[in-house]
């Protein structure tokens, strides 16, 4: 039984605030592996795990947040078990990741059979990969009609920055802010933009129109049927409250 996401009772009477927890770490392991003998005969359990498959949008229309609805699930405990240690996660997941809130939810908290079924999810979707193009965000890499494409660090960061916000037109000026940190005199021009994405295309070969000019503004991408977006089983985030 995963116990990574429990209920934390409340310090004060103040709605939680969503704080950023870049992933768990496991407690450190024993110095050595228990034997048979070491292991009780018997194993009770210990507490327990409560997945919660909701978003901001589905509680807003109830009327309601996800912070106050923690904040009335932590109160209830602490009513009802004085003792218990509680703490709570909220799993964070791209746009246009797809799926069951729930199953997102178990996925990001790495419940062991979220995991088992989207391993075996990805086994099956890399068997069917003879045609069209699999961008693959967990592994970075672009597959075409099954082959490995050579994109370059850059080529790559853009088509993917382009992937995860689909649908939505960006500008050229919010490209060479996001992709290029360097300093000012190293910070390619909006033009330059367009270079990459002429190499992108080509790269891209026939699928080159999944990556669309919006004249006078910038580049988008707009999911195509032959377009495959793996998203990978670490993706989805978890951030406590």
Excluded at 235 to 241: G, K
């Amino acid at each position: 039984m995963s116990n990574i996401a429990l209920l934390e009772r409340p310090a004060s009477t103040r709605a939680p605030h969503l704080r950023p927890v870049p992933r768990f770490v496991e407690q450190d392991a024993p110095a050595a592996p228990a034997t048979p003998e070491d292991l009780p005969a018997t194993r009770s359990p210990r507490g327990f795990a409560l997945y919660v498959g909701l978003d901001e949008i589905k509680a807003a229309g109830a009327g309601v947040s996800l912070p106050l609805l923690v904040d009335a699930l932590r109160r209830t405990l602490a009513e009802l078990a004085p003792e218990a240690e509680t703490h709570a996660t909220v799993a964070l997941a791209p746009h246009g990741s797809g799926g069951r809130d729930l199953d997102v939810v178990r996925l990001a908290l790495h419940e062991p059979g979220a995991i088992a079924r989207a391993k075996a999810a990805t086994e099956t979707e890399e068997k069917n990969e003879d045609y069209g193009v699999t961008v693959d965000i967990s592994r970075k890499r672009v597959l075409i009609d099954g082959e490995s494409a050579a994109f370059t660090y850059k080529e790559f960061e853009l088509l993917q920055y382009l992937v995860l916000r689909e649908g939505r037109t960006i500008e050229r000026s919010e490209l060479v802010g996001a992709l290029w940190q360097a300093p000012e005199d190293e910070t390619p021009g909006e033009r330059t933009i367009d270079v990459h994405v002429r190499r992108l295309r080509a790269k891209l070969g026939r699928y080159e129109d999944i990556v669309r000019t919006v004249r006078g503004v910038g580049y988008r991408f707009d999911r195509h049927a032959d377009v495959v977006i793996r998203y990978g089983q670490g993706t989805p985030s978890p951030d406590r409250f």
